[in-house]
Nanobody
């Protein structure tokens, strides 16, 4: 049974930083593209960042470029999202997702497994 568990969310002031982690189990982690999505109240689920199987390829939504960094440790079955210079508009529930594919997809429907999410709140 595939399980993805996010952690690291919380309340932070604008300009601050958070590091999200997603621990995966029940899958061959290195065979999955991993992604981070977010969903703000009343909005759809938005792609934030993705990382290829080996960790060499990454992709970001424009609003995250230069501020967020996705990384993975295949030995620990964990993917991370380092978020710096946070803004109030980054406030959302952040979800980790796994895709048994080769390309970094940006659409939620491409992903096969999801975590339950972790809340990130950025105060102004």
């Amino acid at each position: 049974q595939v399980q993805l568990v996010e952690s690291g969310g919380g309340l932070v002031q604008a300009g601050g930083s958070l590091r999200l982690s997603c621990a995966a189990s029940g899958l061959t982690f290195s065979s999955y593209v991993m992604g981070w999505f977010r969903q703000a109240p009343g909005k759809g689920r938005e792609f934030v960042a993705g990382i290829g199987r080996g960790g060499l390829s990454t992709n970001y939504v424009d609003s995250a470029k230069g501020r967020f960094t996705i990384s993975r440790d295949n030995a620990k079955n964990t993917v991370y999202l380092q978020m710096n210079s946070l803004k109030p508009e980054d406030t959302a529930v952040y979800y980790c997702a796994a895709d048994y594919g080769y390309q970094i997809a940006t659409t939620p429907s491409s992903y096969d497994a999801w975590g339950r999410g972790t809340q990130v709140t950025v105060s102004s």
